[in-house]
């Protein structure tokens, strides 16, 4: 038996009672696989990003300046305790005796998957693919969109600051700097039914789905890459737009004709959720979800600026898009398309 310890540089949140479940075992490719649940590897709120050593500073080295100070060690975590609104509220604690009383999730960061394989090769090229698949999944069930990215916006890069006199000898205690992005309603804690799914259903896939879009939109749009944010949710909006009309045609809903216009036109992808959709299933996503109509209008007009390097042309009316608090509910709105985009296709069943 071949034995994989994996670490991550992000967090997978897991339920309190992570640290009694039981391990899986399934068989994959005539070998059997064997996991631990997610566990935290070293302290559950140790941060990504090193500590700011006041003694290797240039600033203070060069002017001959030593001290035993430091920052201090604290951590930010969502408790994943949703309001009304949909808005998390988050604790604050050291990292070295940290009082997660508070806290529903747990930061997890590492997985051990057993391979029982006949050679170490095969054993390691089975567990390559099957840890990166069991991460898709549970981003997927989790809505955890930081998984699989370095996520800074957990943490911020900037560490500490301090104020100095006017010969640069410290004044007062430094300051550790804490910034957190917090999750939406949509992302929940992992729990052990949720990681069992995860691992029943660990197919390949040749290409991402408009969730795994989605997701990568609600990443860069929180680490302030609002651009790439805009291209990923153009592409979430594309992608279920071809789900919707692929099925329809597959299952004789509407003709070649149809179906080709919906794969092909790249103009106006709104018409195909709505007054399109509606001659042929009687439902639109603008009837049922008027908010989402302006915001895939705008995120379509806007998309076709980025992606032809013309930010500068973004029309005045569409600019708000771009602002990080209001891309992101634009974001969370989408979800509303993607539960509208199942309910078409399940209520068409084959």
């Known amino acids: ?5 994996y670490t991550f540089p992000f967090k997978i949140f897991c339920h309190r009672s992570v640290s009694g479940w039981e391990s899986i075992s399934k068989r994959f490719n005539d070998v059997t696989i064997t996991s631990s649940p997610p566990f935290t590897s070293d302290l559950p709120t140790k941060r990504a990003c090193p500590s700011f050593e006041f003694g290797k500073s240039p600033a203070l080295a060069k002017r001959g300046i030593s001290t035993d100070r430091r920052d201090l060690g604290l951590v930010i975590l969502p408790t994943f305790q949703f309001d ?3 808005n998390t509220s988050a604790v604050l604690t050291f990292t070295e005796n940290p009082d997660l009383s508070d806290v529903e999730a747990l930061p997890c960061n590492a997985v051990q998957i057993d391979i ?21 999944q549970m981003r997927r069930l989790t809505k955890q969109y930081w998984i699989g990215f370095f996520p800074s916006y957990f943490e911020g890069n900037l560490r500490t600051q301090f104020e100095v006199d006017q010969n640069y000898d410290l004044k007062g205690e430094p300051y550790t700097h804490n ?3 917090l999750p939406n309603k949509e992302v929940i804690a992992a729990t052990e039914d949720v990681w069992r799914e995860s691992w029943n259903n660990l197919r390949d896939e040749p290409f991402p789905s408009s969730l795994d879009h989605l997701l990568d939109g609600h990443h860069f749009a929180a680490a302030d890459e609002q651009y790439r944010a805009i291209i990923s949710l153009a592409t979430c909006i594309e992608r279920s737009k071809y789900s919707i009309w692929q099925h329809l045609h597959t299952v004789g809903v509407c003709g070649r004709n149809d179906y080709k216009n919906a794969m092909n036109d ?3 992808p709104e018409r195909y959720f709505s007054e399109l959709l509606e001659v042929r299933t009687g439902r639109s996503l603008f009837d049922e979800f ?8 705008t995120i379509w007009i806007v998309r076709g600026k980025v992606a032809h390097g013309l930010e500068d042309d973004i029309p005045q009316k569409d600019r708000w898009l771009v602002e990080k608090d209001r891309l992101l509910g634009s974001a969370n709105a989408l979800f509303e398309m993607l539960r509208f985009e199942d309910s078409i296709i399940k209520m ?3």
Do not use: Q, V
């Not at 394989?117 to 567990?127: F, G, N, R």
């Open 1 to 5: 038996m071949y034995c994989f310890g």
């Open 84 to 86: 009304e609104n949909g």
């Open 116 to 136: 029982e394989a006949d050679t170490e090769e095969k054993a390691s090229t089975i567990a390559d693919r099957i840890h990166r698949t069991w991460l898709r």
């Open 179 to 181: 910034h957190m992005t």
């Open 266 to 268: 790249t103009k106006k």
């Open 290 to 297: 008027p908010e989402l109509e302006n915001i895939i209008r």
């Open 348 to 350: 068409h069943a084959r």
